[in-house]
């Protein structure tokens, strides 16, 4: 098959690259780009441990074609952090020890990013629902949920 030659926007940076027509974007993401952040858990959108935005949407990178990108703007965990000084999400996951082994934990700061996004004052019942497409064998939620309502207090504030 031949490549095709793709023209996006990536963390705000204009990007370039050549991709298959059936390759996915967490493929393109990870092997082409070097942005290894998202982690393929399933392959199939069901744990969203490849989680990103495209187009301010939540999407599972593992279900997008890279070629789908053309044109449009994705962010991934990469593009959360400014320089040296995290999002409030990362450093709020980090003081709630939100995290253990680690291949969920940028899904969940992308879903949870992107909620706060569209509901920056949810209640616990809407971070749970605007988490649920993230699943962890790990830490039981809790933290993660608690890392999010803080951040999110501290965002209002900031």
Same mark, same amino acid.
């Given at each position: 098959m031949a490549?095709?030659?793709?023209?996006?926007?990536? #963390? !705000?940076? #204009?990007?370039?690259? =050549?991709?298959?027509?059936?390759?996915t974007l967490?493929?393109v993401l990870?092997?082409?780009?070097?942005?290894?952040?998202?982690?393929?858990?399933?392959?199939? !959108?069901?744990?969203?441990?490849?989680? %990103? %935005?495209?187009?301010?949407?939540?999407?599972?990178?593992?279900?997008?074609? $890279?070629?789908?990108? &053309? $044109?449009?703007?994705?962010?991934?965990?990469? !593009?959360?952090?400014?320089?040296?000084? =995290?999002?409030?999400?990362?450093?709020?996951?980090?003081?709630?020890?939100?995290?253990?082994?680690?291949?969920?934990?940028? $899904?969940?700061? %992308?879903?949870?990013?992107?909620?706060?996004?569209? #509901?920056?004052?949810?209640? /616990? &019942? /809407?971070?749970?629902?605007?988490?649920?497409? #993230?699943?962890?064998?790990?830490?039981?939620?809790?933290? %993660?949920?608690?890392?999010?309502?803080?951040?999110?207090?501290?965002?209002?504030?900031?």
């Amino acid at each position: 098959m031949a490549a095709i030659a793709v023209s996006t926007t990536i #963390n !705000g940076d #204009n990007v370039e690259y =050549l991709c298959q027509p059936d390759e996915t974007l967490l493929d393109v993401l990870r092997d082409r780009l070097g942005l290894t952040g998202a982690k393929e858990g399933c392959g199939t !959108g069901d744990c969203g441990a490849c989680s %990103i %935005i495209l187009d301010d949407r939540l999407v599972c990178s593992c279900l997008v074609l $890279g070629a789908e990108t &053309e $044109g449009r703007r994705v962010e991934t965990i990469e !593009g959360m952090a400014h320089g040296d000084r =995290l999002h409030p999400l990362q450093q709020k996951f980090l003081e709630h020890a939100a995290l253990q082994c680690g291949v969920c934990t940028p $899904g969940f700061l %992308i879903a949870a990013k992107d909620l706060l996004a569209k #509901n920056p004052d949810p209640t /616990e &019942e /809407e971070i749970r629902f605007g988490l649920a497409g #993230n699943l962890c064998r790990c830490t039981g939620y809790d933290k %993660i949920v608690r890392a999010v309502q803080d951040a999110a207090s501290v965002m209002k504030g900031a």
